[in-house]
């Protein structure tokens, strides 16, 4: 009997559009060398998710499937295969009996890892199962990671010298590469964007910042803070003897063969050097637009601006929203080779190919006006402009965009008609605005609820008040406890709200008459606009996220 294709049985499932599969497959016939499997394709391009391709990979080869996140995990069992075996090939043994073992397999078409278990596990009848590949890697990155860093703090303790005054440096530095090398590998394991290494009166607390909430991991006493900050320094080419004084400093790093870059503050306080790391993404590892969040009109109106030669986009909201890879994103999606791209930034958060950017230094001078006005002798034809913090800037980012460049830059407003206001406060006068500004994107990151715990939950009454909901939306909220699969927080992941309003003629002539934001924001929903807490509403209606998390990342700064 021939076996049925992964593709046949997905669209018999409706997982996928038969116009999405042909689409796939020519990219898989068009790719150099190897062509990529179709499965692990259309998982890349976001057309199904793991689950779903474990399932269909179990109906595909008449095996069970299983979910990892929703089971209890022998980790005894998954210890009778060494780490390196579990890691190459994506396997997991996760329960076992007298005389067999089950083990948790990504491809089912892997006969070498199978034979790899079934050497080694002699003795044993080995029961195969098809589980998502990104689970099976979570675990195996728990299992391990947890029981060596307990061994590495363990060992890293009993190195610490005894009855040493704080400001005495501890000998030797193994235990402090070990730890720190421990801390980066958990936190990228649980995708933390910031670590914090915070001095207390009487301890050292490692904390990380997951989907934008702080979460503890560890603490250590106080005598190890100089080590771990003597390593991170030298790690980040920080000086080790500057105690007193504020510090910035930049490395990368491999995690898990993972090249990271890593930004490092250090901030002297009353209890010691608190230092801050930021793990930043890669230019591989950058979504696009779609990806961060935005609908596909939403996706056309930024991409028609980019194509222009001339205008101005501004991306608005507080800090930690995602700007930065908003902008990011369209510059990489729309910005030919055939075009000169300048970045002015502070600090430069991810190198771009083909892009040249600058890092702004107040400290000699070097700042975001005197970059720009240095810019536009280097024949640009897209400058970005990190910030616009002062009128000078400002002034001359709306005059560039007028005279045959493209601009985009950030501000700090609550939505996009405010930023009309705010540019107006700056000193630029309104007929500039208006015949400058092309596009306003204002956006909020909010949690995305965990698949393995949500289940549906009516808001309150209050909440009902303040969102404005309706029965109908209200019936299709979710909500998660926490589970194993989240680290028990209810969410896995972020993902952006956005709201784009299109500067139209409308819109400018509003501009230009008295740039009240809210006759803007009247105007702009006559053209289509819809406000950020409708669009946040609508993705709780879709499940993408929960009503709690729009009270805290949306409606706190429009209540």
């Known amino acids: 009997m021939t076996r049925p294709r992964i593709g046949d049985v997905l669209l018999e499932w409706g997982a996928i559009a038969p116009d999405d599969l042909q689409a796939a497959l020519v990219k898989q016939q068009a790719s150099d060398g190897r062509p990529e499997r179709i499965g692990r394709l259309l998982v890349r391009e976001r057309l199904i998710d793991e689950p779903m ?14 979910n990892l ?30 005389h067999e073992v089950t083990v948790a397999v990504s491809d089912p078409v892997d006969v070498v890892a199978l034979d790899e278990v079934k050497s080694r596990l002699q003795g044993l009848k080995v029961i195969p199962v098809v589980a998502p590949a990104s689970q099976i890697e979570a675990e195996v990155s728990r ?6 860093q307990e061994d590495a703090v363990e060992r890293f303790l009993d190195d ?18 070990e730890i720190v090398n421990q801390i980066l590998r958990t936190a990228a394991r649980r995708k933390a964007s910031d670590i914090h290494i915070e001095p207390m009166s ?3 607390r490692v904390r990380l910042r997951i989907d934008g909430v702080m979460q503890e991991l560890l603490r250590l006493p106080s005598s190890s803070l100089s080590s771990i900050v003597t390593r991170l320094k030298i790690l980040s080419g920080l000086s080790v003897m500057e105690r007193r004084r504020p510090q910035d400093g930049r490395t990368q790093i491999d995690v898990a063969g993972h090249r990271m870059d890593v930004r490092v503050s250090a901030l002297p306080t009353i209890h010691g050097e608190k230092l801050v790391l930021r793990l930043l993404p890669t230019q591989e590892e950058l979504p696009t637009l779609t990806q961060l969040g935005m609908t596909p009109e ?3 109106s930024v991409t028609a601006v980019m194509v222009r030669p001339q205008g101005f986009l501004l991306v608005t909201g507080p800090t930690g929203a995602g700007k930065s890879n908003t902008l990011y994103s369209a510059l990489t999606a729309a910005v030919a080779q055939d075009r000169n791209a300048i970045t002015l930034e502070d600090p430069v958060e991810m190198q771009l190919d083909g892009v040249t950017q600058v890092h702004i230094n107040d400290q000699i001078e070097l700042t975001f006006s005197a970059a720009l006005r240095s810019a536009l002798r280097q024949d640009p034809d897209v ?18 965009s007028l005279t045959g460049h493209l601009v985009m830059s950030t501000m700090h407003t609550l939505d996009a008609p405010a930023s009309v206001r705010r540019l107006l406060e700056m000193g630029i006068p309104n007929y500039l605005i208006a015949s400058s500004l092309t596009l306003v994107v204002a956006q909020r990151l909010v949690r995305i609820p965990c698949r393995s715990c949500m289940r549906p939950t009516p808001p309150d009454p209050d909440t009902i008040r303040r969102l404005g909901l309706t029965p109908e939306q209200c019936a299709q909220l979710v909500w998660g406890p926490g589970c194993k699969a ?13 709201e784009v309003l299109r500067v139209t003629g409308a819109v400018r002539r509003a501009i230009l008459e008295d740039a009240d934001a809210d006759r803007i924001a009247a105007v702009a929903r006559d053209s289509g606009w819809e406000p950020l807490l409708h669009r946040a509403v609508a993705l709780a209606t879709q499940q993408r996220t929960t009503a709690a998390e729009i009270l805290r990342a949306v409606l706190v700064d429009t209540d």
């Open 53 to 66: 391709l474990a399932s269909a990979l179990g109906a595909v080869h008449n095996m069970p499937t299983v």
């Open 69 to 98: 996140d929703s089971v209890q995990i022998d980790r005894g069992a998954a210890r009778i295969l060494p780490h390196a075996i579990c890691e190459r090939y994506l396997i997991l043994p996760f329960h076992r009996s007298e």
């Open 143 to 148: 299992i391990w990671g947890d029981a060596g």
């Open 160 to 177: 610490l010298p005894q009855d040493v005054p704080e400001a005495l440096e501890p000998t030797g530095s193994g235990g402090a590469v």
């Open 202 to 204: 009487t301890e050292v």
């Open 298 to 300: 939403q996706v056309q």
């Open 383 to 400: 400058i970005m402009v990190g910030e616009i913090r002062d009128v000078e800037t400002g002034q001359m980012a709306v005059r560039a």
């Open 486 to 498: 989240c680290d028990n927080t209810g969410y896995r992941g972020r993902t952006g709200v956005f």
